[in-house]
């Protein structure tokens, strides 16, 4: 993918760079554009979207009639959080009420939205989506008003496996079934890998949500040390599937919640080999997939699956439609099975919301709209840290994900962030304290923040306001 | 609930009575507008509301300046189906794919819908609906493109508690989870109350939907003996609840799935204590509850419940919307367990269509549709069992609901459904043979006609065949 589309990022990250490593000091006279444009062989229009990014990211600033300059910009010094090392046990899973409490806070318009994992609908194509909504609602009045076949409208199948051409994943829209967000998908593939009592391993910390969707199965969950760039700790999986009855693995692949890491294609593969060896199958998480920072998008297991033994899920909720509610399974790993169990839990989805988003898909509006919101979050996620950087206690340490809009942040061991996210609610900003994102009562000093809200003086404010109440909390 | 809007159903009951009592026969003048008018204490435009209706029942026809008579109409002779002898032990639960068939066919424009449980889109308000979906669709897009807490939108809420009031049901909008239909609604029942390889006692013959969630959670099924007209043996039921480790029951109340059965309030007085007296909770599904053909609705269990064992499900999936996939879940026992489980199971529904349902009960046009439904209904149900009694072979029996739409046939024994199922497939009926409705091998003789669809002589002509099909495989 050196497209054409992604060379401004290519001139932005070569500036980028040239500031990080001193070559450009604080105030220094940036190349001009025309100089960039010539010596990275670029056209002009590239270099001037590649200069409004840099400026967007506070790294450059325009000066009237004179160029560009290095801003205030330096060098990010906060430290990432160290592999984490949870229990090599697996325990019953028991999830606080704080996971639903957070999906209510994140409706609430007068909150300051940094808890919940949802993407601002500032940056979504809402309006573009509500109109094909209000089109096709009009238009197709009867056809839309139906039980339609659990797997899901046809259009929207096909659609879903075309894109996956895009990263080399082979499917057919045959091997798809459209779910009620990634949620059900992953809910339906425990069901059918698992039994009351099993053992599923995942990444720690995970997503809270996978932690409910085992509790309400009965099932145990067995934390793998995961390091928060490259992801889990391969010796500790063998170690754990040599020695336990693991029925599943359940791995985010990029841009994993809350830590941002993303395993590299390596370790995918040996990841598969070490589950067919043992016979294990994986339920693979890429709802992040679609929001990456750098030059390619990196490739899901399934790509690379030769033993029919991942069982893919995703959805729209994290880059389109987090109100549609409409996600995916794809797999050619009992999909019967799985098709069964759609029946009998949700019979089927709303058609007029799957056309929807296959309009959506065929217009070809996707990848743009993909495009611009990756820069808005890319974005958001440097001033995000910049500000943590400037506000928060010494000792903090924070993720630098390439993907996905959430940051992970690992204060000082005394800390307590069930404390703070009660301090922080009571003036009306809400974060995601780092004790939910795992069974064995680890996380207690850690936070998740959401970047995904357009950046602005009051959300700064609002992070350095945690900062301060971090402080003061630890002082 | 002797409203106005009712009286004429009293007019046209009274004029069928006397034809079927032979006191008004085939050929006889019926009294006049003015003459029932005056002797049934209406005014007239109740009457010629009244014989307007019995006029498309075929009960009269009207002889162009002489008056109405009763036209080809006889009483129907067909039997009812005897109660049902199910097994009396619990047995696993495997069901076919012939329910997922069903839904498949069911989207399928080319067949004639006999098959699928799902209402015409023609006699539902499905422009209506669709031009209030378009307007949120327009003027709320952001506010619909967001995760909502995951009990759903608290104007439908509102607006499903206020609907309860009408048969006396207390209910708080706080009581209330909306769900992905009604499948998902006794789905998270059976969930939270149950656990692989419990037995659950349901009625017999059943929805098949209900045996595919039982097989989906290793649950049994204990299947009791089921009147056509007034629904479970209690005796039967005091027997397994004695006999056996039952975790839940799991009854519809009103106008059941497939028999069109509905108990009468003193026994659902009954089933309740004898649940209280075990400690058995009851799953309600009453899906089917404002379908009804007499003058009242009948009251769910759930209005009758002092002892918190009901939980209450039901959906517009059968009345308004199947294609919006919105059911609900009413009830105070254990409502947080549930809830926990539709978070880790869907997480949330999709607002637009939750406030496009809420925008349509606003209105107050539901009432209107529904009355108009149930007068279409119930004249097609006349005419197919009268087009049944032409056709089918001799000793067939049918039921007679007072209410839903879909009508039970039960064969002479060695008649096998399944092979009527294939035989009327080829020639573009689809119908759902007699053995998915049960677990026990029984009801092969049986089969499932919906009755929602426009009546025409296309439809007519299909069950005749059906008939001349059935008579030829039996003979």
Same mark, same amino acid.
């Given at each position: 993918m050196s497209d054409a589309r992604f060379l401004y990022e290519d001139v932005a990250g070569y500036i980028t760079e040239l500031v990080d490593m001193g070559t450009l000091p604080k105030g220094a006279r940036v190349p001009s554009l025309r100089e960039v444009s010539q010596s990275r062989r670029v056209a002009l229009s590239t270099a001037i979207q590649a200069y409004r990014v840099l400026e967007g990211r506070g790294v450059i600033e325009a000066r009237p009639k004179s160029g560009y300059y290095v801003s205030n910009y330096r060098p990010i010094t906060l430290e990432q959080p160290a592999i984490s090392r949870p229990p090599e046990s697996a325990s019953a899973v028991a999830v606080s009420d704080i996971p639903l409490k957070l999906l209510e806070y994140g409706a609430d318009p007068r909150l300051i939205q940094l808890g919940a994992s949802m993407p601002s609908v500032k940056i979504l194509a809402a309006g573009r989506l509500g109109r094909l909504l209000a089109r096709e609602a009009r238009t197709n009045v009867h056809k839309h008003n139906t039980y339609i076949a659990p797997k899901g409208v046809a259009r929207l199948r096909a659609e879903i496996a075309k894109r996956a051409m895009h990263w080399g994943q082979a499917l057919s829209p045959e091997d798809i079934i459209i779910t009620e967000g990634c949620t059900e998908a992953l809910a339906l593939a425990l069901r059918t890998l698992t039994q009351a009592g099993d053992t599923v391993v995942v990444e720690s910390p995970t $997503?809270? %949500?996978?932690?409910? =969707?085992?509790? =309400?199965?009965?099932?145990k969950a067995l934390e793998l040390p995961t390091d928060p760039t490259t992801g889990i700790d391969v010796a500790a999986l063998e170690r754990a599937l040599s020695g336990k009855n693991v029925a599943a693995c359940l791995f985010a692949s990029s841009f994993n919640n809350p830590l941002g890491c993303t395993m590299p294609d390596t370790k995918k593969h040996e990841i598969l080999?070490?589950? =067919?060896?043992? %016979? *294990?199958?994986?339920?693979? &998480?890429?709802? $992040? %997939? &679609?929001? $990456?920072f750098g030059k390619e998008r990196p490739r899901p297991f399934a790509t690379f699956d030769r033993n029919e033994c991942v069982i893919y899920c995703s959805s729209f909720s994290k880059t389109l439609a987090p109100g549609y509610r409409i996600g995916w399974i794809a797999t050619t790993h009992r999909a019967d099975e799985i098709l069964? #169990?759609?029946f009998a839990s949700t019979l089927c989805g709303p058609a007029v919301l799957q056309e929807t988003i296959a309009d959506f898909l065929a217009s070809g509006g996707y990848e743009h709209h993909l495009r611009r919101m990756r820069s808005i979050l890319q974005g958001n996620m440097e001033r995000m840290i910049r500000t943590v950087e400037k506000s928060f206690p010494e000792g903090t340490r924070i993720t630098r994900p390439s993907g996905g809009y959430v940051l992970w942040l690992e204060l000082r061991s005394k800390a307590n962030t069930r404390a703070l996210f009660d301090a922080a609610l009571r003036e009306g900003i809400c974060i995601a304290p780092g004790d939910v994102f795992s069974t064995s009562g680890q996380y207690g000093n850690c936070l998740r923040l959401n970047f995904s809200q357009p950046w602005d003086l009051r959300l700064e #404010? =609002? *992070?350095? #306001?945690l900062g301060e109440l971090a402080s003061s909390m630890t002082a």
């Open positions: $997503y809270f %949500g996978l932690l409910q =969707a085992l509790e =309400a199965l009965d099932l080999e070490l589950l =067919a060896s043992f %016979g *294990v199958p994986l339920i693979e &998480d890429d709802i $992040y %997939g &679609d929001i $990456y069964k #169990r759609k #404010r =609002a *992070v350095m #306001r």
